[in-house]
């Protein structure tokens, strides 16, 4: 909970492809004036900047969680800080690190490890939203209200977030005034081929075998590649970054290693920022581009050389390999409206699955039921109810702030929750200000444990995880968060 300052004590974890590190920071929250108005996070301050270390693998295709836990664990001790007193922030796996078999429980290890209320994420789109938010392309499209795009070039993956500054945000859960107009996520970053000492190739990953193969190179595993097929190689992966942020249309290699969906229209940017590990070397590409045993340093100067990339409006970063931890132990959390319907005994809640429920504004009756009978069939289709502690639905639009209608939603929503079991937790979450009375209605109706959150915005198949009241009982602290492990 908030101290008596009002404020909150956050850790940022991002255990990468090449790198693991960690930040504290301190979050002052402030309830405005006028009786009914939300907390918000009114500043956020960065008290402590672990060392950028190398993530321990046990081999390529596991981690060593022990000795993550206990580089986090070093980081605390360093900061003067014990788990008890982090109340809130996110432990994110990106780019190849995802992938690796261990990866789920290492994340979740280091959530419980790191305090009593601490995300467990992964997934490149949310990796995107939180390099953005960290490296500051957010706040540059807040400030000039144009479109800014972050590029995110890391060892494993580059991971895109075009901002909007134009756009209040209210539908993209963005409490800072900025909405998240797309994410554009694509399996090229500087650590996907390595090499020994003598520049002998020791592994190539998945994705640059693709595109190894797509231009026939002559680049295996205990071979000292000729200067000109990793000329070409990087060239390409440059090439690729570009495309994924001009498109459409898309070169079809670009489709084969895109992470999720790609957009249909391209946009025209007022402004670009790099970041991670490579980004940060867009600028000023090393002299020894072998330096760190990969490619990252070619590639940061292929991208660098690159004709479209000349043209670009390039903007000075906040923050470069550590933008995405930044933004994780600084961005990641949101507050509820104050008006929310709570049972105190169910927090904090982790890794509540959700369900949208769209489009019931102006639906009658039978089409609600229906609506929420749907939402509620997936939720049951996709997550065995005796590995979840809660499950979630998460309303958009209800229609008129009247209590006719929160009645009928009320009187819909009641049926379609009783294929669930009578003792799980649900959660429900609208955008609108509306939860004290939605709740009070819901439970003369049902006797199940509930909770009702209001002025919060989660998608379908987004995961959420609910802290203790603060702010006088009066909110929660939430994530929205995606867990996106493997392929």
Request: aromatic share 4%; glycine share 12%; proline share 4%.
């Given at each position: 909970m908030t101290d008596s300052r009002g404020m909150l004590t956050s850790i940022g974890v991002d255990v990468g492809t090449t790198t693991t590190h960690a930040v504290i920071s301190r979050l002052r929250v402030e309830t405005p004036p006028g009786g009914a108005a939300s907390p918000e996070i009114a500043d956020r301050e960065i008290v402590y900047r672990g060392a950028v270390r190398e993530t321990p693998l046990f081999d390529p295709e596991t981690i060593d969680v022990d000795r993550v836990a206990a580089l986090v664990g070093r980081d605390l001790e360093?900061?003067?800080?014990?788990?008890?007193?982090?109340?809130?922030?996110?432990?994110?796996?990106?780019?190849?690190?995802?992938?690796?078999?261990n990866a789920e429980p290492l994340v979740h290890r280091l959530a419980?490890?790191?305090?009593?209320?601490?995300?467990?994420?992964?997934?490149?789109?949310?990796?995107?939203?939180?390099?953005?938010?960290?490296?500051?392309?957010?706040?540059?499209?807040?400030?000039?209200?144009?479109?800014v795009a972050n590029v995110d070039v890391g060892g494993g993956t580059t991971n895109v977030a075009i901002f909007d500054g134009g756009d209040s945000g209210e539908t993209s859960g963005d409490t800072d005034g900025v909405a998240v107009r797309e994410t554009r996520c694509l399996d090229v970053g500087g650590r996907l081929v390595t090499f020994d000492e003598q520049r002998r190739v020791v592994s190539v990953s998945s994705p640059a075998r693709t595109v190894v193969e797509a231009l026939d190179l002559p680049i295996e595993t205990g071979t000292s590649p000729v200067e000109s097929a990793l000329e070409k190689l990087v060239a390409a992966m440059a090439d690729?970054?570009?495309?994924?942020?001009?498109?459409?249309?898309?070169?079809?290699?670009?489709?084969?290693?895109?992470?999720?969906?790609?957009?249909?229209?391209?946009?025209?940017?007022?402004?670009?920022?790099?970041?991670?590990?490579v980004g940060r070397l867009v600028e000023s590409p090393p002299d020894d581009p072998f330096a760190w045993g990969d490619?990252?340093?070619?590639?940061?100067?292929?991208i660098a050389d690159h004709p479209q990339v000349r043209s670009w409006p390039v903007c000075e970063s906040a923050e470069d390999i550590r933008a995405t931890v930044v933004g994780a132990g600084t961005e990641s959390t949101t507050l509820s409206g104050r008006t929310v319907s709570l049972e105190r005994s169910m927090l904090p809640l982790r890794n509540v699955p959700v369900a949208a429920v769209p489009d019931v504004s102006d639906c009658a009756a039978d089409a609600l039921e229906?609506?929420?009978?749907?939402?509620?069939?997936?939720?049951?289709?996709?997550?065995?109810?005796?590995?979840?502690?809660?499950?979630?639905?998460?309303?958009?639009?209800?229609?008129?702030?009247?209590?006719?209608?929160?009645?009928a939603i009320a009187d819909?929503?009641?049926?379609?929750?009783?294929?669930?079991?009578?003792?799980?937790p649900v959660v429900v979450v609208t955008r609108q200000n509306c939860a004290k009375v939605l709740g009070q209605v819901l439970r003369r109706r049902t006797d199940r444990p509930l909770l009702v959150l209001d002025e919060l915005v989660a998608g379908d198949g987004d995961f959420l995880d609910v802290g203790k009241p603060m702010s006088g009982g009066e909110s929660v602290p939430v994530v929205v968060k995606t867990l996106a492990f493997g392929e």
């Open positions: 360093a900061a003067g800080v014990t788990p008890d007193e982090i109340d809130t922030g996110a432990v994110i796996v990106t780019g190849e690190t995802a992938r690796r078999a419980e490890d790191a305090g009593r209320f601490v995300a467990a994420t992964a997934g490149a789109s949310l990796e995107a939203v939180l390099a953005g938010r960290g490296s500051g392309a957010a706040a540059r499209a807040a400030e000039t209200g144009g479109l690729l970054v570009v495309d994924l942020c001009t498109g459409p249309p898309f070169d079809d290699l670009t489709r084969t290693l895109a992470i999720g969906h790609l957009p249909d229209e391209s946009l025209a940017l007022d402004g670009v920022v790099f970041s991670g590990g490619l990252g340093g070619s590639l940061a100067a292929a229906r609506r929420f009978g749907a939402a509620v069939s997936r939720l049951r289709a996709r997550h065995d109810h005796d590995e979840v502690d809660a499950v979630a639905l998460s309303i958009d639009d209800v229609g008129p702030l009247a209590y006719d209608r929160l009645r819909a929503l009641v049926p379609a929750l009783a294929a669930l079991s009578p003792s799980l």
